[in-house]
């Protein structure tokens, strides 16, 4: 019996990507910086830290002076400041519903992200979804975040149950890598606009609120 659900958070939860994608590419052109839009295409999903190894590398590709990728993505982060962002508007359809349901079920509520703490707290406070969640995890605190299952299994051994009481909802490749290796149940959310890899998934929804249909035939 499923006794949780674990979310990702960005393509997920939010709307994120393609917003994110669009400052990416922006900043990128104003450093001088090309890089094909199939190479961005595969960021969706990518851990923070190997994120920041991307940022280097083309960097260095472009001949640019040398800066680490930490160093870049501080200068990303600047950039971005200058596009505020309201999560409440990217919000997915219907996750507000579907966590409703599922705390009034007993189901517990955990959030795995590749994405920092810092935005974690951010997103799930604008959003008012922090009251329904029991559990968030940021793949920076692992040496290896998705596709390595480190954070499920770290964030199934935090909510104290077997892995076959808890269930993954994602929706790029390298997340639904890091739960079908972590010996999960995986719900893919479908989302055709960066190619994702979603074979590995047990079920695929268009809709959040299919969810709670899954669960229900579980039952």
């Known amino acids: 019996m499923v006794r949780a659900i674990i979310f990702d958070m960005d393509g997920v939860i939010i709307d994120s990507e393609p917003v994110y994608g669009k400052w990416l590419a922006m900043f990128l052109e104003s450093q001088g910086v090309a890089v094909p839009k199939t190479e961005l295409n595969k960021i969706p999903g990518i851990a923070s830290q190997d994120f920041v190894k991307k940022l280097e590398l083309w960097w260095k590709n472009a001949g640019k002076p040398y800066k680490t990728g930490k160093e870049i993505n501080q200068m990303f982060d600047k950039y971005s400041d200058g596009f505020p962002i309201s999560y409440k508007n990217i919000l997915t359809p219907n996750i507000k519903e ?68 808890c269930i993954a909802v994602e929706d790029s490749s390298y997340g639904i890598q890091a739960a079908a290796n972590a010996r999960l149940k995986v719900i893919a959310k479908k989302d055709d606009r960066f190619g994702f890899d979603q074979s590995l998934a047990d079920y695929h929804i268009d809709n959040l609120l299919q969810i709670i249909d899954i669960l229900k035939c579980m039952e």
């Not at 189901?107 to 969640?133: Q, R």
């Not at 920076?140 to 975040?145: H, L």
Request: a positive charge; hydrophobic letters at 35%; proline letters at 4%.
């Open 98 to 165: 579907v966590m409703e349901w599922l705390r009034q079920s007993h189901y517990k509520i955990a959030v795995a992200s590749s994405s920092p703490m810092k935005n974690i707290t951010e997103v799930l406070s604008e959003t008012k979804l922090n009251t329904f969640v029991d559990i968030k995890v940021s793949g920076e605190n692992f040496a290896n975040s998705k596709p390595n299952p480190e954070i499920y299994n770290f964030t199934v051994k935090k909510l104290g149950l077997e892995k076959a009481e």
